[in-house]
């Protein structure tokens, strides 16, 4: 079936043939849905890989911080994502406050996560008396793995699709009308986390970023931001958020103080480069 309507480029593929559920698990009772199940994925895996990164030397924290942080970062993810989608895209929940709470039913905003990360992290590393730049540089090569399972999620719940098109791999989702779509999920999957992910590991492992504070950081801000802002034109925007007073996309607005932000780390990171002391490893690194 999917071999044939693929073959026909004028023929859109109908997500409900992709036989894909939103539901991982149903126990009748209980069910266990594949956007919990990413979130889950994407801070485990990220734990995992921060503590790969903190074994070479030089690192701006030691094991104990790391699973401290991965406690304030969750709590960030979730409140800062979910008050942000709130106040920017669904302001109309707060006049039901119970709405607000039902977060399996979706409804998270990112860079309202990026947010509460980052509020999570200044407040471990005041705690702790460390260098919070640097620990942003750690974190932001592990985020690309939560924006992968996230964005998969959300081509599996068959939700926040993209623009009618005629490509040969458009799709038409349930929910978006009977019209062919970019499956905009996917793209933003392949830039934010496929994409994102190589450019860090290549920065981490082969270069000396990680010894010039805020430049991996600053790499993951532009280049998500800039990557988010080009598949605006692909996905389809919340309504009413479409266009502006300014010509741009809520999506596309919010992206802009992330590029800037990204360009000037980026620029400034090599004057604040210094010796670093190891809190984790047995090595300096000048």
Known sequence: ???TLLADATAALHFDSLGLSPIALDLGFFQIKWYSLAYIAGIIIGWWYLLKLLDKPGAPMARRHADDLIFYATI?????GRIAYILFYKPEILADPIQILKLWEGGMSFHG???GVSLAIVYLARKNGLNWLRIHDYVAC???FGLFFGRLANFVNGELWGRPTDVPWAIVFPRGGD???HPSQLYEAGVEGVFLFA????LFWRTDARYQPGKLVGTFLL???????VIEHFRQPDEGLEHLWWGLSMGQTLCVPMVLGGLYLIATAKRRRVRVEPVAGD???A
């Not at 960030?76 to 800062?80: E, F, N, S, V």
Request: hydrophobic residues 60%; contains cysteine; proline residues 3%.
């Open 1 to 3: 079936m999917i071999l």
């Open 223 to 229: 280049i998500y931001g800039a990557g988010r802002f």
């Open 76 to 80: 960030g993810i979730i409140a800062g």
């Open 142 to 144: 592990c985020v690309p």
């Open 113 to 115: 996560g990026v947010i």
């Open 283 to 285: 090595q300096s690194v």
């Open 179 to 181: 019209v062919a779509r």
């Open 199 to 202: 450019v860090l590991w290549f």
